[in-house]
């Protein structure tokens, strides 16, 4: 099977801009996570979708929000974007999004916030 | 939040030598995973440890869980300079999917 993917794998933005980030799940995984790494916070968990609705929320802005598609793709949105939000966005798939599950990663998108 | 705190943050050793990674989380936990990133990448899947065992092993990689001291060890064994990364411990601390990371221990291995 074809793993996690994640597009784009770089992007530039300016400070006050809005991005969109895409996710492909491993075929046949219905939960994906979204993660956010940067140098001072480390890996910090964004949220959660399984079957098209949000189960678990991280502690970050309402300018962070994310949608799952019928066929389990999914996109986060960052909205008015900050310096802050540079950082390597990854996205993680599981087949049913239960604890007793591995989490498989993506390559992660790098933005970089100017 | 990081619930995971790991030891050492960084680690520099020689090929063929065991490197031994540590990670302390606070609340109870159903298992605990460690992945390895390297260079800023994605996150690979090593080893998930469920609470009720007490050592795994896959390859040349050893994994431990204490749950009475909250605290977890993965042995890489025979290392290699392919093995210089970063290894993260990462617990499900709540109910749902979500993970909690550790900050990470930095491996260098010199050929």
């Known amino acids: 099977k074809a793993g996690v993917t994640q597009t784009p794998r770089y992007l530039i933005k300016t400070r006050g801009q809005q991005v969109t980030l895409s996710c492909s799940p491993i075929?046949?995984?219905?939960?994906v996570s979204w993660y956010q790494q940067t140098p001072g916070q480390g890996l910090q968990f964004l949220f959660e979708y399984f079957s098209e609705t949000q189960r678990n929320k991280g502690n970050f802005p309402g300018r962070f929000s994310g949608r799952q598609f019928s066929n389990s793709r999914s996109e986060m949105n960052v909205s008015t974007l900050e310096l802050g939000d540079s950082a390597l966005y990854l996205c993680a798939s599981s087949p049913a999004g239960t604890r007793q599950e591995t989490q498989y990663f993506g390559p992660g998108t790098r933005l970089l916030v100017l | 939040s990081q619930q995971g705190e790991e030891d050492p943050q960084a680690l520099s050793i020689q090929e063929g030598e065991n490197a031994t990674m540590n990670c302390s989380y606070k609340?109870?936990?159903?298992?605990l995973q460690w992945y390895r990133q390297n260079s800023g990448r994605g996150l690979v899947h090593l080893i998930l440890i469920r609470s009720n065992e007490r050592e795994k092993h896959s390859g040349r990689l050893r994994v431990t869980l204490d749950t009475s001291k909250k605290s977890s060890s993965l042995l890489i064994t025979a290392s290699r300079a392919a093995d210089t990364a970063s290894y993260f411990c990462?617990?499900?601390?709540?109910?749902?999917?979500?993970?909690?990371f550790g900050g990470g221990t930095r491996l260098m291995v010199k050929p």
């Open positions: 990462a617990t499900d601390e709540n109910a749902g999917n979500m993970l909690t």
């Open positions: 075929s046949g995984h219905r939960s």
């Open positions: 609340t109870s936990i159903n298992n």
